[in-house]
């Protein structure tokens, strides 16, 4: 009996959201010397849905689980989402599993580590939690729940034990690691920081005077500051709605917005409410295009909520990093995104959550383009020094392979 690898997440190829995109090119390369299995849900972001529901690509076998694919943007209608898919992944899991089976899970939906640990523990298989976003505290940062509330207890409890009996922990960031050992109590010898990557060979940095996109949206002759990625709860687009207010006289400064997320139709309707002509709002494009979009600006912001340290990284930094460009982070000081960009000297970091303190930062790099030329020499350095696919994925391997019941 072969022992293999299972990944285990909402989202996988051809899905092309980040989730979907970084667990295809982890499973594909463990795939070069060890069989590996995916059950993930329905497909949510990619353009053709034909596909069938059990099928292998570049020695992958996938299985897609029918679930529910309710509006996602609305809380409830997810809940049940995640409890679907959760519940008929268990089901498969412990019919499918083998003893010494390795099972890689992701913590989005949070339910799928819980239904995980259960199959892996009832069929002697073995897990290793890929944590994404730390729950509950993101819904206490995001106002979901107030952080007395009974459920918040009780889902630390259980994400304690979780987090106990797994192989190993995987985080982003050196801000995850600090954060579950103080509130988790997680072992040193469990936790293992794995940041994502930047791909360097695909996204290289370009003359802004060249952008496709820009020439597209008529704004190759602006100083871009762009957002690109999730427009979700814990990201702070408010307070970049708030300075492109304060900017809306400087006619030759542009915020770009490319993506999607629950607070999209706010930021569309206020920036129809407020007449602001500085704005430009569009969808994700496809990933064929990804070095196109992280290089459709002269700087990049990444901008949190209060409270995030910890809790989530954005895995975008690293791409922003490839295509050369300075990254403007409104985050929590103590933060992996604050501590990447410091010591890598390649942007701004704004942690007083001011619109005055972004814009200045915004009109200081505007005036000096030298400045934001080194940031960005720096930048894509680094990028491929540290964060590149061949410098991440031997991790992976020596992590999830290494190990044996």
Same mark, same amino acid.
Request: hydrophobic share 45%; charged share 25%.
């Given at each position: 009996?072969?022992?293999?690898?299972? *990944?285990? @997440?909402?989202?996988y190829?051809?899905?092309?959201?980040?989730?979907?995109?970084?667990?295809?090119?982890?499973?594909?390369?463990?795939?070069?010397?060890?069989?590996?299995? +995916?059950?993930?849900?329905p497909?949510?972001?990619?353009?053709?849905?034909?596909?069938? @529901?059990?099928?292998?690509?570049?020695?992958?076998? !996938?299985?897609?689980?029918?679930?529910?694919?309710?509006n =996602?943007?609305?809380?409830?209608?997810r809940?049940?989402n995640?409890?679907?898919l @959760?519940?008929? +992944?268990?089901?498969?899991?412990i /019919?499918?599993?083998?003893?010494?089976?390795?099972?890689?899970?992701?913590?989005?939906?949070?339910?799928?580590?819980?239904? &995980? #640990? %259960?199959?892996?523990?009832?069929?002697?298989?073995?897990?290793f939690?890929l944590?994404?976003? !730390?729950?509950?505290?993101?819904?206490v #940062?995001?106002?979901?729940?107030?952080?007395?509330?009974?459920? $918040?207890?009780?889902? =630390?409890?259980?994400?304690?034990?979780?987090?106990?009996?797994?192989?190993?922990?995987?985080?982003?960031?050196?801000?995850?690691y600090?954060?579950?050992?103080?509130n988790?109590?997680?072992?040193?010898?469990?936790l293992?920081?794995?940041?994502?990557?930047?791909?360097?060979?695909?996204? =290289?940095p370009?003359? +802004?005077?060249?952008? #496709?996109?820009?020439k597209?949206?008529?704004?190759?002759?602006?100083?871009?500051?762009?957002?690109?990625?999730n427009?979700?709860?814990?990201?702070?687009?408010?307070?970049?709605?708030?300075?492109?207010?304060?900017?809306?006289?400087?006619?030759?400064?542009?915020?770009?917005?490319?993506g999607?997320? &629950?607070? =999209?139709?706010?930021l569309?309707?206020?920036?129809? /409410?407020?007449?602001?002509n500085?704005?430009?709002?569009?969808?994700?494009?496809?990933?064929?295009?990804?070095?196109?979009?992280?290089?459709?600006?002269? *700087?990049?912001?990444?901008?949190?909520?209060?409270?995030? #340290?910890?809790?989530?990284?954005?895995?975008? *930094?690293?791409?922003?990093? &490839?295509?050369?460009?300075? +990254?403007?982070? %409104?985050?929590?000081?103590? @933060?992996?995104?604050?501590?990447?960009?410091?010591?890598?000297?390649?942007?701004?970091?704004?942690?007083?959550?001011?619109?005055?303190?972004?814009?200045d930062?915004?009109?200081?790099?505007?005036?000096?383009?030298a400045?934001?030329?080194?940031?960005?020499?720096?930048?894509?350095?680094?990028?491929? &020094?540290?964060?590149s696919?061949?410098?991440? *994925?031997?991790?992976?391997r020596? $992590?999830?392979?290494?190990?044996?019941?």
């Open positions: 009996m072969n022992n293999r690898v299972w *990944i285990v @997440s909402e989202f190829y051809p899905d092309e959201n980040a989730t979907g995109y970084l667990l295809t090119r982890i499973a594909e390369d463990i795939a070069h010397s060890e069989e590996v299995r +995916i059950l993930c849900g497909l949510a972001y990619a353009q053709d849905q034909s596909e069938s @529901s059990v099928y292998t690509h570049h020695k992958v076998f !996938i299985e897609r689980v029918d679930s529910s694919t309710f =996602k943007d609305f809380l409830f209608l809940l049940i995640n409890i679907t @959760s519940f008929k +992944i268990l089901i498969r899991l /019919k499918e599993l083998n003893p010494q089976d390795k099972v890689l899970v992701v913590t989005n939906p949070p339910s799928l580590p819980f239904v &995980a #640990a %259960i199959a892996c523990r009832w069929k002697k298989a073995l897990y939690v944590v994404f976003d !730390i729950y509950p505290e993101v819904l #940062a995001a106002g979901v729940f107030n952080k007395h509330n009974p459920m $918040v207890y009780l889902m =630390k409890r259980m994400t304690r034990i979780l987090f106990s009996k797994a192989q190993k922990v995987i985080v982003l960031g050196r801000d995850m600090g954060l579950l050992q103080r988790y109590r997680v072992a040193c010898d469990r293992v920081v794995i940041p994502n990557w930047g791909e360097v060979n695909v996204i =290289k370009k003359k +802004i005077g060249e952008n #496709a996109i820009l597209e949206l008529s704004i190759s002759n602006k100083f871009v500051v762009q957002y690109v990625g427009i979700g709860r814990t990201h702070n687009v408010e307070l970049l709605l708030e300075c492109a207010e304060l900017l809306k006289d400087k006619t030759d400064i542009c915020f770009l917005f490319i999607d997320g &629950a607070k =999209k139709k706010w569309t309707e206020s920036v129809e /409410k407020r007449n602001l500085n704005v430009i709002i569009q969808t994700f494009y496809s990933r064929e295009r990804q070095s196109d979009v992280h290089n459709a600006c002269d *700087i990049a912001v990444v901008s949190f909520i209060p409270g995030m #340290a910890g809790i989530s990284v954005p895995s975008r *930094i690293y791409n922003i990093m &490839a295509a050369g460009k300075p +990254i403007l982070a %409104i985050t929590d000081p103590e @933060s992996e995104l604050a501590m990447v960009v410091q010591e890598e000297n390649i942007g701004w970091v704004v942690t007083s959550y001011r619109a005055r303190d972004v814009v930062n915004i009109l200081a790099a505007h005036g000096n383009n400045t934001v030329f080194e940031m960005g020499k720096r930048a894509r350095k680094a990028a491929e &020094a540290k964060y696919f061949d410098k991440i *994925i031997p991790i992976y020596n $992590v999830i392979m290494k190990h044996n019941a």
